[in-house]
């Protein structure tokens, strides 16, 4: 069964502190998905990222960067030089090819205080 | 921008009464999916659909059906509502192919049952 652990509930910087949220998977398939998702107080859910199974090459985005490390079934997200427009809930999310079901993390909430 | 409305955006509603809620894509795009999002259990899949009249379960469809008799519209009814339903519904589309796998999401309807 897939599972995704986000175990930061909470965390809280002050501005332009660097940030990494954590996310440890679990799956017993071989080709996976794993995927990043924000969710601002307005409550939309805004993707930032997807990454296969294949590829663990880590990826820079502005601020937003990504390491995968399929040996530690890790995908860690860090915002450099965190803003107050960071403010909000993060998921981590997989999804298995063999399936069709995105299973979550619980989520980070993440403060940027000015 | 997906394209993806949801509507009613926000209701009130009565134990025992039926509610269906509707989501409404622009893009033609085959899969769509609605998740329940509650405290604690992040985002969690109620039922989906692979095309025209093509739906199956998730992991909490207990109490829910879904019907898509257009490409463009998925419903979402329960049947009968209850308070352990009270909860933020949102759904999803999936382009398919090359990017089967990522889901994007419309903006949410939160439902109170009292």
């Known amino acids: 069964a897939q599972k995704v652990t986000q175990a930061q509930t909470e965390i809280s910087v002050v501005e332009k502190e660097d940030v990494t949220l954590d996310c440890v998977y679990e799956?017993?398939?071989?080709?996976?998905?794993l995927f990043w998702y924000k969710q601002p107080p307005s409550g939309e859910l805004v993707f930032l990222i997807r990454r296969n199974s294949f590829d663990e090459q880590n990826e820079i985005s502005g601020r937003y960067s990504w390491n995968f490390q399929k040996s530690t079934s890790s995908f860690n997200f860090t915002i450099t030089a965190s803003q107050v427009v960071d403010s909000a809930v993060y998921f981590c999310a997989l999804i298995e090819t063999s399936g069709s079901r995105l299973t979550f993390g619980e989520g980070t909430q993440l403060t940027v205080n000015p | 921008d997906a394209g993806i409305t949801q509507s009613p955006r926000h209701k009130v509603t009565e134990t025992g009464t039926p509610v269906t809620l509707r989501c409404h894509q622009t893009?033609?795009?085959?899969?769509m999916y609605w998740y329940r999002q509650d405290p604690g259990h992040g985002l969690r899949l109620i039922h989906y659909s692979y095309g025209v009249k093509d739906t199956d379960k998730g992991e909490v469809s207990d109490g829910y059906s879904v019907s898509r008799s257009k490409t463009e519209d998925f419903l979402l009814t329960l049947e009968s509502a209850t308070s352990s339903q009270t909860s933020v519904y949102f759904c999803?589309?999936?382009?398919?192919?090359?990017?089967?796998?990522?889901?994007?999401f419309g903006p949410g309807t939160r439902l109170t049952v009292t």
């Open positions: 799956t017993r398939d071989t080709t996976y998905y």
């Open positions: 893009e033609n795009h085959r899969y």
């Open positions: 999803a589309i999936s382009e398919g192919g090359a990017r089967l796998y990522e889901q994007y």
